[in-house]
């Protein structure tokens, strides 16, 4: 199940509008309900990327651990 929200994503609401080279790093704080994209504008660059909650360090997304968990990459 994909949960949908009725949003508009638009460029002129955005928070961050930043174009980064390869290998750039990028940090910054996405709260509740923002969304965050990571679009490859040369559709050959994979993306490592780090989620930590802001307010508890030892809370974080591990894509390695959702693969393990869910037996692929994908989510339904």
Partial sequence: MVATLP?????????YD????AR????????KW???WI???LGSQAVDTLFYNADNSSE???A???IVRQGNIFTY
């Fill in 7 to 15: 949003i508009e994503l638009e460029l002129a609401t955005a928070i």
């Fill in 18 to 21: 930043q174009e980064l080279a």
């Fill in 39 to 41: 679009i490859d504008l």
């Fill in 24 to 31: 750039q790093p990028w940090s910054g704080i996405v709260k």
């Fill in 60 to 62: 974080r997304y591990s």
């Fill in 64 to 66: 390695p651990d959702t």
């Fill in 34 to 36: 923002q969304i965050l």
